[in-house]
């Protein structure tokens, strides 16, 4: 059964670093989204996207965070400027369409700690 | 403000018992609700969708309602066995967004042999 990927499955990185996650949607889905989870808490949607470019972003999405789909095959997110705050479990999802009729394939996620 | 509150943060059950999951929101008027189960360090897995005209959807063991009055759903996992411990999340569309999904805390649900 096809899955959503996520590399790496860890990273630790220093405050102030940039750190770039990465996933591979399912290959016939068109829509994307990024999720944290910080230890012990719910899971946060940060960001959709559809068509190359961001479809709804929430507030914690700031100007430190931008999303890419560089090839026809990953997705990526980008924090330019990482903060203790940042450290999170990453979760990549996909779906084929968007809307209520619709769920979302989560990747296995990727834990950032930033010291 | 806003708000999805799963009933308790850990419910303990015999196996082979029905686990009965509540999920309450306030100040949201989802289309639908979806429950996840979430295993430690991984991604939530889909569960079940129900929407906002039906009533309760079932799926093998599972069992879902909606009730759009009381602003509640129920998930329920009848013969429980120890492999369905986990945390199980609920989650609703933020009605204004189509691709905005809003998750509760989670409830982790143990099965004791």
């Known amino acids: 059964e096809p899955e959503v990927t996520q590399t790496p499955s860890h990273q630790v990185t220093q405050m102030g670093q940039e750190v770039i996650l990465r996933c591979v949607p399912i290959?016939?889905?068109?829509?994307f989204y990024w999720y944290r989870q910080i230890l012990g808490q719910k899971v946060e949607f940060l960001v959709s996207?559809?068509?190359?470019?961001?479809?709804?972003k929430s507030e914690i999405f700031d100007d430190q965070f931008s999303v890419e789909r560089p090839d026809g095959s990953n997705f990526t997110l980008k924090i330019r400027s990482t903060k203790l705050e940042d450290s999170a479990m990453y979760f990549c999802?996909?779906?084929?369409?968007?809307?209520?009729?619709?769920?979302?394939?989560f990747g296995p996620g990727t834990r950032l700690l930033v010291l | 403000s806003q708000k999805i509150e799963q009933n308790s943060e850990a419910l303990n059950i015999q196996e082979g018992k029905t686990a009965t999951l509540t999920c309450n929101y306030t100040?949201?008027?989802?289309?639908?609700l979806q429950w996840y189960r979430q295993d430690p360090g991984r991604g939530p897995v889909f569960l079940l969708l129900?929407?906002?005209?039906?009533k309760e959807k079932r799926k093998e063991r599972l069992k879902v309602t909606f009730d759009t009055t009381l602003k509640q759903s129920l998930f329920h996992i009848t013969a429980s066995q120890p492999a369905d411990s986990a945390t199980y999340l609920c989650?609703?569309?933020?009605?204004?967004?189509?691709?905005?999904?809003?998750f509760g805390s989670g409830t982790r649900l143990s099965i004791r042999p």
């Open positions: 999802a996909s779906s084929k369409e968007t809307g209520v009729q619709e769920t979302q394939y």
């Open positions: 290959s016939n889905h068109l829509y």
């Open positions: 996207f559809y068509n190359n470019e961001i479809s709804e």
């Open positions: 100040n949201y008027s989802p289309a639908y």
């Open positions: 129900i929407r906002e005209n039906e």
């Open positions: 989650a609703l569309d933020a009605y204004s967004s189509a691709s905005k999904i809003i």
